[in-house]
């Protein structure tokens, strides 16, 4: 049986100013997939997830959610979305439990079943002690798990993930994997952005290389593999951004650390 599409961005360009970010960007996602969204720092992730959850609204092309088209179907598609976003904006002054009150509200989810919910997701991420404690005193990896359990409390079918992982423990990296593993088999469909190249690797079935505003490869981890004779990620990565000049710029960038004050 065909898969559904669930994402799909036709021609998809967006300027800021007169600099052009994204360039006829042409990508369709599938029910179920796990897309690894990568690219060097300020070659337009942000902006492409913050397009297709409507933060960003002027661009040129069409995006398409569940089939409808973002720009004219309202704002009832976002209940379906799950979103963590890169800086998590969350409130301080509230407790996990309060908050989770909220975002789920905002969902339109009934009182009882968010506190249900919250407590039993809470109790597995070992957080169970702090649902009455404000946020504020919170450690960068117990804020990243509340904004990952406030993502996904309403049950989305589709998630878009910024950076989700990067203050995470070992452990509860390897827990939030398996979840998002689960997920897609069951048929959630993951829009998952990250630097963390290995997690990726692991992580994502389908690998999507934005580079100077545009898609430049797409496939699963062994088929770009094979497109690019590398072994990893990192590497395919590098060659794919024709970028091979770490060592001369860490080389400089030591030497000036060292000497910039004799160089003036
Ligand atoms: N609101 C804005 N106004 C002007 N320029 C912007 C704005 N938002 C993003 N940009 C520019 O668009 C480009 C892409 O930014 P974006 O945040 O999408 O990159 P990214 O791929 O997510 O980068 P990173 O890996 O560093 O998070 C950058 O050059 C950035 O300066």
Same mark, same amino acid.
């Given at each position: 049986m065909e898969k559904e599409v669930i994402l799909s961005l036709k021609n998809v360009s967006k300027s800021f100013g007169g600099s052009? @970010?994204?360039?006829s960007i042409n990508l369709d996602v599938y029910q179920g997939q796990i897309i690894g969204y990568i690219g060097p720092n300020g070659a337009g992730k942000s902006t492409t997830v913050k397009m297709m959850l409507g933060?960003?609204?002027? %661009?040129h092309g069409d995006i398409e959610i569940f089939g409808e088209d973002i720009k004219k179907s309202g @704002?009832?598609?976002?209940?379906r979305i799950g979103y963590v976003p890169e800086n998590g904006e969350i409130y301080?002054?509230?407790t996990p439990l309060e908050y989770l009150s909220f975002v789920g509200g905002l969902y339109g989810m009934d009182q009882h079943d968010i506190t249900t919910k919250t407590m039993a997701l809470m109790r597995l991420f070992e957080l169970e002690n702090v649902v009455?404690?404000?946020?504020?005193? %919170?450690?960068k990896g117990m804020r990243q798990k509340v904004l990952f359990i406030a993502s996904i409390i309403h049950n989305p079918d589709l998630l878009f993930l910024d950076e989700?992982?990067?203050?995470?423990d070992a452990n509860s990296m390897m827990i939030v994997k398996e979840i998002l593993d689960q997920l897609a088999s069951e048929g959630k469909t993951i829009f998952y952005s990250s630097h963390i190249m290995d997690v990726v690797e692991k992580i994502s079935n389908r690998i999507v290389l934005l580079a100077d505003g545009q898609i430049v490869a797409d496939g699963t981890f062994e088929q770009l593999q094979q497109q690019s004779q590398e072994g990893s990620l990192e590497e395919i990565f590098n060659q794919l951004t024709g970028f091979d000049k770490h060592q001369e710029i860490a080389s400089s960038f030591v030497s000036i650390v060292k000497n910039g004050d004799r160089n003036e």
């Open positions: 052009r @970010v994204l360039e933060l960003i609204s002027s %661009f @704002v009832a598609y976002k209940k301080d002054s509230l009455h404690t404000r946020i504020s005193s %919170f450690s989700p992982l990067s203050g995470l």
